[in-house]
């Protein structure tokens, strides 16, 4: 089970609708994916450049826990991306109404413009993150921060663009069958281990309803690892990466 395919078969069940919802109306279950997905993502950027901010310098281990944690999110939505262009893009123009393809074709135009500049902001942070472990001084510490700053506005503002361009056009467009697929076909990057922490870092901020939803959407077998092992790792990661533990 990939970290997509645990959110995305999780989400609320799509509703019909003939032109695009509303934001603030029903929303399909790839709807639901990406939004959580931008949730969790803009939230870890922001903790992981303020707690940069404050981490000393030259300290190898706390380098280690935070650079790991920018790697982890950079991978993630390398992948989240290469999904959407990929798969995700693609099935959605295939989908649309012929009087709408070309708005479609020119909003997901520009979307793969602003995501190449993302996507070059998240080597840049890579390499920061490679800098600071290195040389382990204040400036190299403070690279990295900013870094992870840039990004973070970054993907604020592609997010925002996404959800008000695309999205409604996914929510009323995009079978539920063909995004069931595209959960399938996308081979995520991350270890088991990495999928548990990310359900984590969804679970966190999800209302007590979508809490329910994306534990039930899980394998019996996941649940089980899930309580057994993997809340415990990802409190506790949680509380070495921020000092705090995760939001009940």
């Known amino acids: 089970m990939t970290a997509a395919a645990v959110l995305a078969r999780s989400a609320p069940p799509a509703a019909p609708a003939p032109v695009p919802a ?19 993502v803009r939230r870890e950027l922001r903790l992981l450049a303020d707690l940069a901010t404050w981490a000393p310098a030259d300290d190898p281990a706390r380098t280690q826990d935070l650079t790991r944690h920018a ?14 262009r990929d798969l995700l ?24 413009a602003s995501v190449a500049g993302l996507d070059h902001r998240l080597r840049d942070l890579s390499t920061a993150a490679r800098q ?3 040389a382990g001084t204040p400036p190299a510490r403070n690279a990295f921060a900013m870094a992870c700053l840039d990004v973070a506005d970054a993907v604020d503002a592609q997010t925002a663009a ?3 361009e695309l999205l409604p056009e996914l929510g009323a467009y995009l079978p539920a069958e063909a995004w069931t697929a595209i959960a399938r076909a996308a081979r995520c990057p991350l270890s088991g ?9 969804a679970l966190e901020d999800a209302c007590p309803g979508d809490r329910a939803r994306l534990l039930a959407a899980l394998p019996r077998s996941t649940r089980l690892l899930w309580r057994l ?12 990466l921020r000092g705090a533990p995760p939001a009940p």
């Open 71 to 84: 790697d982890l999110l950079g991978r993630l939505l390398l992948h989240h991306h290469r999904t959407e």
């Open 132 to 134: 600071w472990a290195v």
């Open 22 to 40: 509303p934001a603030s109306g029903p929303r399909s279950r790839a709807v639901a994916y990406q939004r959580v997905l931008h949730q969790l």
């Open 193 to 201: 281990r990495e999928q548990l922490f990310v359900l984590g870092l």
């Open 229 to 240: 092992a993997g809340h415990g790792r990802y409190r506790a990661t949680v509380v070495r």
């Open 89 to 112: 893009w693609p099935a959605l123009l295939r989908s649309v109404p012929a009087d709408r393809t070309e708005t479609v074709r020119a909003r997901v135009l520009d979307w793969t």
């Open 162 to 164: 996404e959800e008000r």
